[in-house]
């Protein structure tokens, strides 16, 4: 019966985990890009890459730079999380690009070198399932590189106004073990970028967590008994993390959802937020005997602190408490 309840829960966990890295970037910041020389260099420019910036006000551009090997297939997408009078543009320059299109004064340009301008259209917000959010994406850029060489991607404002945009490189979905398992704080830079206040990203989990551990400690006076070693804590304290890092989705969906049309891309994001808060269950379910745990009990805990690291359960330090109260040795009686 364990056997079975675990491979049911697992076997979606990674039938969406090798979903979502085909519809994920790994998220980076950039600041202080504002001239061709201090532009942020783009190590990979074929990983795909979500880079969250802002565009100040002004005669102001942002400036990335990377080396492109010709035949290479250079993706460029921005995003934008608002719609008020911010409509960002974008600038590609390289040896192998054939127009040398306008662009405002304050734009640099490196010499003898090609422009093309893609100008902003917002369009419709677009539901993204996985984090999730909903943006506009005013540019696309798609094409193959005829010339090895230094390329630069410029976004600015032909009105001058400012912003916070997203910039998307690259098109190969790979992501290190540490990028993915930090997800879970880089989605909360995502969140003030949007312009989200910091109370309301964590608001579910603080209110889980509070109700959790009162419902906990008003069931075990009721019972005249109590958790009584750091085991049942930490397997109560994972599991409560875990439940609140899925009401936490579910309500950033329901954020996304009403400014887009998402329609069935919502039942990933069910999937995603149901996941953790039925593994949490499970967890605070153990955490009421986990004194003396038979071995399939503690491996069960690992097995489900593993999940967690995978489906960005728990803010990082769940997964933790769990694998650790699994491996912690049985207890001497």
Known sequence: MGVRRVVSVTLPVFLLLVVSTAAAHVPKTASENESLESAMIIEDPIKSWAIYS?????????????EMESGERLYLSLLTPKNEDFVPNLAVMGPGIDEIDPTPDFVQ????????VIEGDLGERRYEPFTPGSYYHPVTFDQNIVES???????????????????????????????????????????????QPLWLIFAPMIAVLTLGFTWTGWKYR???????????????TSGLLYIG?????????????SGSSPGLAVIVTLIFALIPVIIGHKLCEESSDFKNPESWDRIRVIVFGIIGFTVWAGLIIGPILAVISGLSPPRET
């Not at 802002?54 to 990377?66: D, F, H, Q, T």
């Not at 001058?160 to 830079?189: C, F, K, M, Q, R």
């Not at 009721?222 to 109560?236: A, T």
């Open 54 to 66: 802002e565009l100040r006000e002004g005669s102001v551009a942002n400036y990335y730079e990377m």
């Open 149 to 195: 060489g230094t390329y630069h991607v410029v976004v600015y404002s032909e009105e001058g106004t400012g912003g916070n945009y997203g910039l998307a490189v690259g098109y190969e979905e790979t992501w290190s073990l540490v990028e993915w398992i930090l997800l879970p704080l880089d989605v909360i830079n995502i969140r003030l970028w949007e312009g």
């Open 245 to 257: 890092s899925g009401v936490t989705m579910l309500m950033q969906m329901v954020i996304a959802a």
């Open 109 to 116: 340009s490196p010499d003898e070198v090609g422009i093309k």
């Open 222 to 236: 009721s019972q005249g008994k109590k958790p009584d070693n750091v085991k049942e804590w930490g397997l109560l």
